[in-house]
Each structure stands twice: as C-alpha cells, then as structure tokens.
Nanobody
Framework: VQLQASGGGLVQPGGSLRLSCAASGRIFSINAMGWYRQAPGKQRELVATITRSGSTNYSDSVKGRFTISRDNAKNTVYLQMNSLRLEDTAVYYC??????????????WGQGTLVTVSS
C-alpha cells in the first residue's frame, strides 16, 4: 500500500491550496484518513481527520479555514486550505488506516508535501 500526496507549493498569506492524497495497492478498505503537519523545529501535529462515513475533526488552529474531504471510490483524501497564514508553513503528511486482503489493519503515511506561506 502506498500513499501519494500532492498539491503543496508556495502561496501568499491569505491564499489557498488544495492537497490530495491517493492510496493505492492491495486495499480492502480504508477507515480513517487524515492530514498531519510538521513545521521546522517542531513535532508533527494533527491537522484534520475524517472517518469513512465522513465525520471530521480539526485542530483548533485550522478550524474554519481548512476543510477535509474524501472520495471513498478513489481512496483519496483532500485538504482544502483557505486563508493561509505564515504559521501554516510545514510539510504536510497524509495518513490512512488501511485494511488489506489479509484483513489486517495498518497505519500508512504519505511522503509529505511542502506548503510554504510567504509574502
């Protein structure tokens, strides 16, 4: 199973970006999916998660600005980021709880995509 993240880049404060993360491989089902981020010199932190049924959870720092969504048919999770701030600069990682055809549940991580907010 692989997670491929894309969509990062350079954006000015107040701008928007949309991240995508597609899971591929021998996937039976995917439970929760999510986005985490790690800023320089800081620990990785939760940004947002979404269950298979669509229930969402956000960190307080992004609530009202970021929206997580998923397409179960495409095994893909998205993160729409609006009103970006300097402090949103980080490497963003996607995560998925994947059940394979052995019916074993494992946690998988994408490779990370860099988001830089700068004027």
């Amino acid at each position: 199973v692989q997670l491929q993240a894309s969509g990062g880049g350079l954006v000015q404060p107040g701008g928007s970006l949309r991240l995508s993360c597609a899971a591929s491989g021998r996937i039976f089902s995917i439970n929760a999916m999510g986005w985490y981020r790690q800023a320089p010199g800081k620990q990785r932190e939760l940004v947002a998660t979404i269950t298979r049924s669509g229930s969402t959870n956000y960190s307080d720092s992004v609530k009202g600005r970021f929206t997580i969504s998923r397409d179960n048919a495409k095994n893909t999770v998205y993160l729409q980021m609006n009103s970006l701030r300097l402090e949103d600069t980080a490497v963003y990682y996607c995560n998925a709880e994947v059940r394979d055809y052995s019916f074993i549940m494992r946690d998988y991580w994408g490779q990370g995509t860099l988001v830089t907010v700068s004027s």
